[in-house]
């Protein structure tokens, strides 16, 4: 497949874990590239812990929805990944970090084809396999957005998953959440000339089909019709810088707008989004046993608090689980940072304070050969 630079609208048998190698890094935590495997996917991550010999809780990184490296890049200088990491070492708290399935090192079917029961297999297979090391005790999973469903799936179906903590991750349908974004974010423009309300509506109507489609329904006549809309406009209001890159991988803008159109259709047609379009956590949710922190950014326009906060609260009714946090984050976006501090690189006040804090609570770490934190 060509490698595209246009950006479209896309709205998250095994095998021993294969240490490469390790090395002290100057700040005094070791990191250890390791791959696990799963089906036909071959995961490349880094596993980073105090230098120091003892046996320490470990928090699973995963990801949310879209391509994403280890490190969860999201401008140029915001890592989140990283940020937590580090953070959390400096705490005793080991943290694993894997790139996403068919991006940077790691192999497979790309994450956004595949569907959500197989990316949930996916998380669990990481955690069966560092459970194998002697220098980890409990093992959580820390899932940002759709790594946050992907969490709920995973520890509804494994006890042996010690805690979770979900950073907006849904508690709606994927076509909940996306037709609240057809609002939020109003990014279905396919003319020049729409009006903001004439765009929410056509993100409706995208969001409708969708729906039925991925229920098994009609609607693909019009998703396709819509996609085509858009991805014309987009290549339309490309600058000649943008165009210019896109003309040294494509023969013309034809050939662009063929290669765009075919791989956006494939991708909302795709077992990822339809799992996306239809799945609810709230059905497995209440199957969890372990420990839970549900965190939000108050400011968040993806996931949206005053949606999502009463889902949660209802589900808890009929929870398994006896532990539960929830925590709102003032002023924080779906990042948990905020416009100036993503150009600093750093996250919120206090998010990953109260992380730490929460892990500590429910873990121990001990350093040999005495108990450090509780």
């Known amino acids: 497949m060509k490698k595209l ?38 995961y490349s991550g880094t596993l980073s812990m105090p230098v120091k010999q003892g046996i ?11 391509p994403q490296t280890r490190d969860w890049k999201f401008g140029a200088n915001y890592k989140m990944a990283k940020i937590i990491a580090d953070y959390l070492n400096s705490k005793n708290i080991a943290v694993y970090r894997y790139d996403d399935r068919g991006t940077a090192k790691s192999t497979g079917v790309a994450e956004s084809l595949t569907s959500f029961d197989v990316l949930a297999d996916d998380v ?8 194998k090391r002697t220098d980890i005790g409990q093992i959580g999973l820390c899932g940002h ?3 946050g469903i992907l969490s709920v799936i995973a520890a509804s179906k494994h006890e042996d998953i ?29 003319s020049g000339n729409m009006t903001e ?37 987009q290549i339309s209001k490309m600058s000649p810088e ?26 909302y047609t795709s077992p990822h989004q339809k799992s996306f379009a239809t799945y609810n956590p709230v059905t497995d949710f209440p199957e969890i046993t372990c420990p839970v922190l549900v965190m939000f950014g108050e400011k968040d326009a993806h996931v949206v608090v005053s949606s999502n906060k009463p889902a949660v609260v209802k589900a808890l009714k009929d929870a398994k689980t006896t532990d539960f946090t929830m925590r709102i984050i003032p002023g924080a976006d779906h990042g948990y940072s905020t416009k100036e501090l993503y150009k600093q690189g750093k996250m919120g006040p206090g998010v990953l304070e109260f992380l730490a804090d929460w892990i500590i609570m429910k873990t121990t770490i001990t350093a040999n050969p005495t108990l450090s934190g509780i």
């Open 145 to 147: 957005s759709l790594g």
């Open 197 to 233: 309300a004439e765009v929410i509506a056509n993100g409706e109507k995208f969001v409708r089909n969708w729906i039925s489609y991925s229920n098994g329904g009609i609607g693909l006549d019009t998703m396709k019709q819509i996609l085509s809309d858009l991805v014309h406009y």
């Open 124 to 131: 669990y297979a990481a955690v069966a396999e560092l459970r």
């Open 162 to 190: 010690d805690f979770i903590i979900t950073l907006s991750g849904s508690f709606q349908t994927g076509g909940d959440i996306m037709m609240e974004q057809a609002k939020t974010l109003k990014r279905w423009k396919t």
């Open 56 to 66: 320490y809780p470990l928090l699973i990184m995963v990801s949310g929805m879209g």
């Open 242 to 267: 943008k165009m210019a890159e896109n003309l040294k991988t494509f023969k013309d803008t034809n050939d662009l707008f063929e290669q765009s159109y075919e791989d956006v259709c494939d991708y």
């Open 5 to 42: 630079t246009l950006l479209i609208v896309l709205f998250s048998l095994r095998f021993p874990v294969n240490i490469i190698l390790a090395q002290d890094t100057i700040s005094g935590y070791r990191e250890e590239s390791i791959s696990f495997t799963n089906g036909d996917a071959t």
